[in-house]
């Protein structure tokens, strides 16, 4: 090269760095950073805190609301989630946003006179909400780890409101879809209804929304919880709603330990009770590598024996998880090794067993499509695993008049009755029945993985009971086989809840030489569309991310030295 190009070139190198270093404050320490988020205007604003020196919590927030103005079918400042935490000194925190019941509910609240589920009570409408915790879990976060102001936080999620942003195919045809639904619900307004179809590109307003996150933005947490946002609520719900304000008055986010499992040299953390997620992940993982075979991806013999160990799991799921402050869940002993270890010996290698055969183990203790996933780095080493939702798509589909947003229908995660399945087929008993302000059981499965006590992975999902069967194969596809993030979150996956008894398949991902094989061995199969997004990080001698092709999902590396 002309020395005179080369010196241009060190001194617009040495200009850039400068410019960097004064734009990120750490930049001359930063590593990576990155963002995996649910939607592309989502990961643009998370990107856009990164860049501005914010942790991955300030990040995390405000991510949340962008999700809540450009994914509403999931985003949400109406319903709950739960984010794991990790410092970059690795002690690591989870954080319980998740719904509450309200104090006038009751254990059969959705049963009529003769005990019989009435239906979609639980599903649709007013009677459907639990009480939001998004907001709460913001502030929360935000007091103990958040370092930029909440008006730098909150002000792209009010401007991408504002101004709107463009609706992709998938979101004009869902909007469609669900018209019926959003005019049943809410008789007096209008929100994402249009006189003619949604269309890709059309550009969806939420000024009524601005208007919401700008009051929040400027009187904080009271405003929903107890002031002119609480009020309005109750109003908009009228008088067939059960919520009061005593109900917004005594929420509260709570910071709980994390679930932490040890496998080999890698180090589990996930979300506690009330999620099933991170004692369920643990269970999968402990009884597999418990097996210590062999085996191929996706081989018959590989799908046969991590459905035979999904179903116990999901059998002790139905019967000792719930909300842990309301009842006993015997954690350490359900991840316990040596019961793990028995519980796996009832694994038949050639033939299934009959979920009717299965039972939820014996314990000796003594009591003492929709959600959305983003997983975040930041400059300095810190990484967040949020999944947050309003359950099933746009929740309890019932907005709040004049304040532009839907409310969750979170209730049906309880055991509405013994034995009955809820929208994900899931079934449930005392640990997880209706009580007045007790948490319903989820299936969200925020996680962090360490190996050699580094940050490794970032990763969870969407997807209702197969979230945690998602998780499970997205690590094993890693750590077991090698496979980049991008693959290893893409690879078909196959999921058994033992109850119904049979393997669901993602639809034209396996070969019918597959499947036909695991019908002869006596197994159930139903194909599905598809199953999960898994929003993921991996860390190794650079930043790696994967955003799932299932949906609208988009990733971006800040950095990678
Ligand atoms: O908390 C739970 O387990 C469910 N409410 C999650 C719902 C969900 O993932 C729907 N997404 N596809």
């Known amino acids: 090269m002309h020395r005179s190009k080369k010196v241009i070139l060190i001194v617009i190198c040495v200009s850039l760095g400068f410019l960097l270093s004064k734009i990120i404050p750490n930049y001359n320490q930063v590593k990576y950073a990155s963002i995996v988020t649910g939607h592309p205007e989502a990961t643009k604003i998370g990107e856009y805190i990164l860049n501005k020196g914010g942790n991955a919590v300030d990040a995390s927030i405000a991510t949340q609301l962008a999700l809540a103005v450009c994914f509403p079918r999931a985003g949400n400042i109406g319903g709950g989630g739960f984010m794991i935490y990790r410092t970059k000194d690795g002690d690591s925190y989870s954080l319980d946003f998740r ?43 935000h007091e103990k780890f958040g370092t930029m102001s909440i008006k730098e936080l909150f002000d792209p999620a009010i401007e991408l409101a504002e101004n709107g942003f463009l609706i992709n195919e998938r979101q004009a045809n869902l909007l469609n879809s669900y018209k019926k639904d959003f005019i049943k619900f809410n008789p007096n307004n209008k929100y994402f209804i249009k006189n003619s179809n949604w269309k890709k590109d059309d550009t969806l307003i939420q000024t009524d929304l601005a208007n919401t996150l700008k009051i929040i933005r400027d009187e904080k947490r009271e405003s929903f919880y107890n002031g002119i946002i609480t009020k309005k609520i109750i109003k908009s719900l009228g008088d067939n709603a059960i919520l009061t304000e005593f109900d917004f008055q005594n929420y509260h986010s709570i910071w709980r330990d994390p679930i932490k499992t040890k496998i080999n040299n890698y180090n589990i953390i996930s979300m506690p009770p009330p ?134 229908n979170e209730m049906d995660d309880f055991s509405i009755k013994p034995g009955t399945p809820n929208t994900y ?48 194969q997205t690590i094993l596809n890693v750590i077991l086989f090698n496979m980049d993030i991008q693959n290893a979150v893409n690879a078909p996956r196959f999921h058994h809840q033992w109850i119904p008894n049979l393997i669901y398949m993602e639809k034209n991902s396996f070969s019918t030489k597959t499947i036909d094989s695991l019908k002869l061995l006596g197994h159930k199969i139903k194909e599905r569309e598809t199953m999960g997004h898994v929003n993921a990080i991996h860390i190794s001698d650079k930043m790696y991310v994967g955003a799932d092709n299932r949906g609208s999902n988009s990733a971006s590396i800040l950095f990678n030295k």
Do not use: C
């Open 425 to 472: 087929g899931l079934v449930g008993s005392e640990a997880n029945s209706i009580e007045p302000e007790k948490r319903m059981l989820s299936s969200m499965t925020p996680t962090i993985i360490e190996k050699n006590n580094e940050l490794f992975m970032v990763l969870g999902s969407p997807g209702g009971s197969t979230i945690i069967t998602s998780v499970f």
């Open 99 to 141: 719904e509450k019941a309200p104090k006038k509910s009751t254990k059969n609240m959705y049963l009529d006179s003769i005990g019989n589920v009435i239906d979609s009570l639980s599903t649709h409408g007013t009677l459907s909400i639990g009480i939001p915790g998004t907001i709460s879990g913001i502030f929360d976060a």
């Open 275 to 408: 999620s099933s997620g991170g004692i369920a992940l643990s269970q999968l993982l402990l009884m597999f590598f418990d097996l210590d075979l062999n085996l191929k991806h996706n081989e018959v013999k590989y799908i046969h024996l991590l459905t035979e160990i999904e179903k116990l799991v999901y059998a002790d799921r139905s019967k000792y998880l719930g909300d842990n402050d309301f009842f006993y869940v015997p954690t350490n002993s359900l991840i316990d090794k040596k019961y793990l270890t028995n519980r796996v010996k009832k694994i038949n290698f050639s033939k299934p067993t009959p979920s009717a055969n299965i039972n939820p183990g014996e314990l000796n203790y003594t009591e003492s499509e929709e959600t959305t996933h983003f997983s975040i780095v930041d400059s300095y080493g810190n990484s967040a695993s949020v999944t947050t939702t309003l359950n099933t798509n746009f929740g309890s589909k019932v907005f709040v008049d004049g304040l532009g947003f839907l409310l969750n």
